[in-house]
């Protein structure tokens, strides 16, 4: 599986190479890089909407149909396939719109955490190489095992000491034009005045990296409390569950404050566009009128069936109305 998201991200890093290469810069490039995946598949995220909306309203009717055939099993799954008819809906649809956002974000989430790989499309074995050449350093020790090893060579390349000892020991393992390559974008990750190659923990908390996983934190409780009340379900939690829904953003704050901030960088502005892009979802595509529109459509529907039926002329079934004439032939 892991094989699969790291064969999108390779895909998804031509993308971000030619955002790199524009504005020269490793955060703008991933600013940009998530905004342009996001209005993408915005027309999925609408589909997913009205998806979810047909689901709560089938769930309605799903309780009475349950109510009222509950011990005939074959009764029950007759009418609930009437009732799936009836609205055109399936117990599927959804599922492929569900997956698809999940699955491109892994990929992009690949192209960001393995820039040499799937930004500079360097291949694996010669990356191997400079990590087992940088290993043989006093004081540098990369994991290669490590999904974030990648972002650790970069940060030997962007140290003018690291990187002129690994030029001359590299040799003929990697090009000229791949350490370039390498160079140059290891010198894109300052942001602000914020070293995204840096790692929060390492930095301690009094440097300014420690500000990612803050903002992680912010961002996604900020995101996940305003999807809860929304769709309604912050209201249905009880006790101790808000506080359950609430601890995948600590653990996402954990996870950026042990990493290089690039890897929470991507996650803040991935919270971020995806809240205006709830924002935009409940203003225009909320469960409510999603239902509404779908309910006014079907009664239009009706209306203009109903009206067909009335002003059909069948010469068989329709008495014509006598006239004069055809009175007096009767007499």
């Excluded at 589909?47 to 099993?73: C, I, P, T």
């Excluded at 955490?113 to 990369?142: Q, Y």
């Excluded at 996402?252 to 042990?258: F, Q, S």
């Amino acid at each position: 599986m892991m094989a699969i998201f790291n064969f999108l991200g390779s895909i998804f890093g031509y993308i971000l190479y030619g955002a790199y290469f524009l504005v020269q810069n490793f955060g703008v490039a991933i600013i940009l890089f998530t905004l342009i995946f996001k209005i993408v598949l915005f027309p999925t995220s609408v589909r997913q909407q009205k998806s979810m909306a047909a689901n709560s309203k089938m769930q309605k009717k799903q309780k009475e149909l349950k109510e009222k055939y509950g011990n005939d099993k074959q009764k029950y799954n007759e009418e609930m396939q009437k009732l799936y008819s009836k609205e055109g809906s399936s117990p599927f649809s959804g599922c492929l719109t569900s997956l698809l956002p999940m699955f491109v974000m892994l990929g992009i989430y690949y192209a960001v955490v393995r820039p040499i790989e799937n930004v500079l499309h360097i291949a694996s074995d010669k990356v191997t190489s400079i990590m087992e050449v940088a290993n043989k350093f006093p004081g540098v020790s990369i994991n290669s095992s490590s999904i974030y090893s990648q972002i650790d060579v970069l940060r030997l390349f962007n140290n003018p000491n690291t990187f002129s000892l690994m030029q001359d020991k590299l040799g003929s393992a990697v090009t000229g034009d791949e350490i370039s390559k390498i160079q140059n974008l290891s010198g894109g990750f300052n942001f602000l005045g914020l070293d995204l190659l840096s790692t929060p923990r390492t930095e301690g908390f009094l440097s300014i990296a420690i500000i990612i996983p803050i903002l992680c934190l912010v961002t996604s409780i900020g995101s996940q409390i305003y999807m809860m009340k929304k769709s309604g379900s912050m209201s249905n939690q009880q006790g101790c569950m808000k506080y359950v829904l609430l601890a995948l953003p600590l653990l996402t704050a954990w996870i950026a404050y042990t990493v290089p901030c690039a890897v929470g960088f991507y996650w803040i502005f991935s919270n971020v566009i995806g809240f205006f892009q709830s924002m935009i979802m409940y203003k225009f595509w909320s469960p409510a009128m999603v239902i509404a529109r779908k309910e006014g459509a079907h009664i239009a529907l009706l209306e203009q069936q109903e009206a067909k039926v009335e002003y059909h002329y069948d010469p068989v079934s329709v008495t014509q109305p006598e006239t004069a004439k055809s009175k007096k032939k009767k007499k």
